[in-house]
């Protein structure tokens, strides 16, 4: 690991709840869309995160003797495959032929608790980033 | 009296690599806070530096006071390295991640302030070897 590759660590956790915030964001703003080009509603969107393993020697490193490796890194922003809400709106034009209409599967409680996790998380690396940060200064500081 | 002019600096350096180590381990703890099945890992320094200097448990040396006692002194403490481990065995959530967010802030502080002080010896070491030297 380099001088300040723990930067890079931070920013990952950092690109990565910023992502899970645009994907929040996107389920919130179309948490009434009935018409997607693939036809039907708008499909819930969540972001699954796994570790960031870049190369062989971190891999091995990590399964030989559990070492800090590089991050995290977003896997896959997988669709919710939950029913759709019905809702009864026979005048809709996008009611099938019983009146009901098809809305997102989307919780806008569960959308918020999400968001608010991942600012907490997108904080805790900022701090986490500071604190490298400060100390990588320190260091340089040494015999002055 | 030369040859471990520096012996102090070293091993305040040996703290100071540690934790660095510890600053990263924890902010990749903190990065993959939401990463399902990851486990939290943490760094082992002092215990084994403890064991090295055979200072573990209540802090007083034993005495050598003659040749032929044993000492606690373990090891030397130059050749202790500082050791990641893993606890696979908790899990804090459902997920299968073991990360305590509360923990790691707790430590990342604690890791800061501790490298803080490290700095601040290595710097007045440097600055007693610089007033020694220029005694004229």
């Known amino acids: 690991m380099g001088f300040l590759s723990g930067m890079d660590i931070s920013a990952s956790g950092l690109t990565a709840q910023r992502l899970r915030m645009d994907v929040i964001s996107e389920n919130i703003a179309n948490v009434d869309t009935t018409r997607t080009v693939d036809g039907g509603p708008y499909t819930r969107k969540y972001v699954v995160l796994e570790e960031r393993k870049d190369n062989f020697s971190d891999v091995l490193k990590s399964s030989a003797e559990a070492g800090a490796t590089g991050g995290v890194r977003v896997s896959e922003i997988g669709k919710d495959t939950s029913a759709y809400n019905l809702v009864y709106d026979p005048d809709n034009p996008d009611a099938n032929a019983d009146g009901y209409v098809q809305y997102p599967n989307v919780d806008m409680t569960q959308e918020m608790t999400d968001m608010i996790s991942a600012y907490r998380s997108y904080e805790a690396n900022v701090t986490a980033f500071s604190a490298y940060k400060d100390m990588a200064v320190k260091t340089l500081e040494i015999g002055t | ?136």
Do not use: C
């Open chain 2, 1 to 136: 009296m030369l040859d471990n002019l520096f012996s102090s600096v070293d091993l305040l350096e040996k703290g100071s690599s540690a934790s660095w180590l510890r600053n990263e381990v924890i902010s990749n703890n903190i990065a993959n806070v939401d990463t399902p099945g990851y486990k939290a890992s943490e760094v082992k320094f002092e215990d084994l530096m403890a064991a090295a200097a055979g200072t573990e448990g209540s802090g007083l040396k034993m005495a050598v006071t003659n040749a032929k006692h044993i000492s606690a002194q373990s090891g030397d403490l130059s050749d202790v390295e500082a050791q990641v481990v893993t606890d696979r065995s908790t899990s804090e959530r459902l997920d299968g991640n073991n990360v305590d967010v509360e923990h790691e802030m707790s430590e990342l502080a604690k890791n800061s302030i501790e490298y803080y002080t490290l700095m601040s010896k290595v710097n007045s070491e440097f600055r007693k070897l610089d007033s020694a030297i220029k005694v004229t």
